[in-house]
């Protein structure tokens, strides 16, 4: 996995850094404090599986900048931070193609929650924003939960892996980045108890789990 954390505030730069650290290991950061310099890291051949963005830091000229990054992004998602915002600001932002806007006071936890969900395909507005209380991050019908605790998307993933099919052919089948494969198993095993992809698939056979 590879990440491009944008923003000119050192101690917030390395803090999402070391969070990014934790939440993915050995995920690749890049970081860029301006504008021109994320546009010129995302020129680079190297593909990309997350951007986090400062709405504020030089060169953005707000709504301007993130259009631009956006389009440089060529598909990869695109996650706004910001310390302060308005409403129409925000909904802009998720207008010209940002996947989630977060504010920088966000609970560590919530932020972990809302990369996830962005990654796995989805998006996040935090509803401080709009003067309501926060709301937990949003999820699609192929997200929301069965009454064995795993959703549609994570059943049908562990189907397929029982099947023996790699993450790279399931990514293919359900039109997915192999990245958020890789995030929707990694919660699976937790939920399963599982210690890796075999035993999983061992706990699936043996009919523990029924799909």
Same mark, same amino acid.
């Given at each position: 996995?590879? #990440? ?7 101690? &917030?730069? *390395?803090?999402?850094?070391?969070? #990014?650290?934790?939440? &993915? ?14 546009? *010129? ?22 709504? *301007?900048?993130?259009?631009? $990054? $956006? ?5 990869? /998602?695109?996650? $706004? ?11 802009? @932002? ?8 977060? /504010? ?5 936890? #919530? ?39 795993? =959703? ?27 990245? =958020? #494969? ?6 699976? &095993? ?14 699936? =056979?043996?009919?523990?789990?029924? @799909?």
């Amino acid at each position: 996995m590879r #990440i491009l954390i944008a923003d000119d505030h050192p101690l &917030y730069l *390395t803090a999402v850094r070391d969070q #990014i650290q934790r939440l &993915y290991p050995g995920a690749v950061t890049e970081m860029a404090t301006g504008l021109a310099e994320t546009l *010129t890291i995302l020129r680079q051949p190297e593909s990309r599986d997350l951007i986090l963005l400062d709405y504020s830091m030089p060169g953005m000229n707000g709504n *301007t900048g993130v259009r631009s $990054v $956006v389009s440089a992004a060529s598909g990869v /998602p695109v996650v $706004v931070m910001s310390g302060v915002a308005a409403a129409a600001e925000v909904s802009l @932002c998720i207008g010209i193609g940002a996947k989630a806007f977060l /504010p920088k006071t966000l609970d560590s936890k #919530i932020f972990a929650s809302a990369l996830n969900v962005v990654l796995a395909g989805g998006s996040y507005l935090p509803a401080e924003m709009f003067g309501a209380p926060s709301p937990p991050a949003p999820e699609s019908l192929a997200s929301r939960s069965s009454g064995d605790g795993f =959703t549609e998307r994570e059943r049908g993933i562990m189907d397929m892996v029982a099947e023996g099919k790699s993450n790279k052919e399931i990514a293919r089948l359900l039109n997915l980045r192999e990245v =958020t #494969i890789k995030v929707q198993l990694t919660h699976i &095993y937790k939920k399963l108890g599982a210690k890796n992809r075999a035993q999983a698939a061992m706990l699936m =056979t043996q009919g523990r789990l029924t @799909c």
